[in-house]
């Protein structure tokens, strides 16, 4: 494989006040690849940004390595981290645009230091300006301007200095869904026309499964599950892996609307519930019919979902499956040979009564 753009080495970052101390990123390792929307995903608190400031040392680790392109950057002089700083943009959840300055002017602003002359500069910000599909705002000021389009402005401000990574930390948290599949959209876009590598911070794993290629997903400092979106998605090794894949589907919303069915509250004895996930070629089995054919258990399907991620299909059905106990037994082990994952549910946990 070839060598990581970026490599985080054992990194661990410890907040030492007087009432407490955090270990915010505890012995994280990742490798991120040139051109990959490496998604980072976690609940507040997780140390998401903690360890993306890490990659262009605005945080420094308290120990561990960062490799740029296989240097270690903790070991550069403050002149030649500055030059690589410029070569990592950021964009934040508010933008941080000066509200004094119009839209060229914030763009400009970055620009500040360069060798460019000023026509160089001015090119170079009606330029970004179109990239980002605000050529026709660049005179007016950042309060006139949505949240998706502050965001844009800060894109292209973020992009000034031609950077090769671009690090998102939370920056579609404020925006409505519409807003933020567009901003997520730019970010592909960027990715592919300028070879631009992504790292995506957010808690929102539907920003992840739409643009992202690559996923990590921390927990108290630590990445807990990392992978390709597809792998992940298809056979999360954690609770809380599932738990975000599941914000992305209708399945937590069908849950609790099955636990308020009276007749799903009291399953007969030979009756289970389950949840059956499957990726790739499985979803051609036809899996609920050799489920009788082979062992007489029925299948009741209340719920099912299909979606194509990265080419693949991924499927999620909940059933409640009905026979005499050890054949609904065989069943499952059936279904696990044949790559299924299956989760046995109780409707009690999702407000139900049993
Ligand atoms: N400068 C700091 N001093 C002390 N503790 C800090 C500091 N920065 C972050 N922390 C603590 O480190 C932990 C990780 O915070 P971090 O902001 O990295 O998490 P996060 O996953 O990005 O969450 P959020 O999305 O809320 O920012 C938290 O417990 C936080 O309170």
Known sequence: MAQP?????????????????????DDVNLDIQRGDIFGIVGYSGAGKSTLVRVINLLQRPTSGEVLINGED??????????????????IFQHFNLMMSRTIAQNVAYALKGSPLSKQEKQDKV????????????????????????????????????DPDILISDEATSALDPKTTESILNLLQELNQKLNLTVVLITH???????????????????????????DIFANPKTSLTQSFIDTTTRLDATLKGLAQQENLQHLQDNEQLVQLSYSGETTDEPIIVSLYQKFGVSANILYGNVEILQRTPIGSLIVILSGDAAKVADSLEFLTQSGVRIKKLNLADFGGED
Request: net charge positive; with cysteine.
């Open 5 to 25: 753009l970026i490599q985080l080495k054992n990194i661990s970052v410890n907040f030492k006040n007087k009432e407490r101390d955090v270990l915010a990123v």
């Open 73 to 90: 950057i903790c070991q550069y002089d403050a002149p030649k981290l500055r030059k690589t700083r410029k070569k990592i943009g950021m």
């Open 126 to 161: 009606n330029e970004l300006l179109d990239l980002v599909g605000l050529a026709d705002k660049k005179d007016t000021y950042p309060r006139q301007l949505s949240g998706g389009q502050k965001q844009r402005v800060a894109i292209a401000r973020s992009l000034a200095n």
């Open 204 to 230: 929102q794993m539907e920003a992840v499964k739409q643009i992202s290629n690559k996923v990590a997903v921390m927990e108290q400092g630590k990445v807990i599950e990392r992978g390709s979106v597809l």
